[in-house]
């Protein structure tokens, strides 16, 4: 993966990023940094979650998240429901 990313050039645009003094990717930066904190956070939530309930309740627990979202899917956007 490592060798993708540097072939592709991707690297040298983190490092530019992540390294210029340029005030206008200090948005960019604060929006990476909340989304590696979110990202541990989550993942630390599901291995506590397998840890102290067991496997079946974090399977449950995604398809009520699932059965709301389509629930709230439903209610926001109705004019983009067809049922025939």
Sequence with gaps: MLLVVNVTGEFEVLKKVL???DPAANGLKLMLLFSGCFGFVITMV???TITLCGPI???ISGTLKDVV???LGFFFFPEDV???
Aim: net charge negative; glycine share 0%; no cysteine.
């Design 46 to 48: 599901i291995l506590l």
């Design 69 to 71: 979202l389509t629930a």
């Design 57 to 59: 309740a974090l399977n």
């Design 19 to 21: 390294f210029d003094e």
């Design 82 to 84: 067809h049922i025939s």
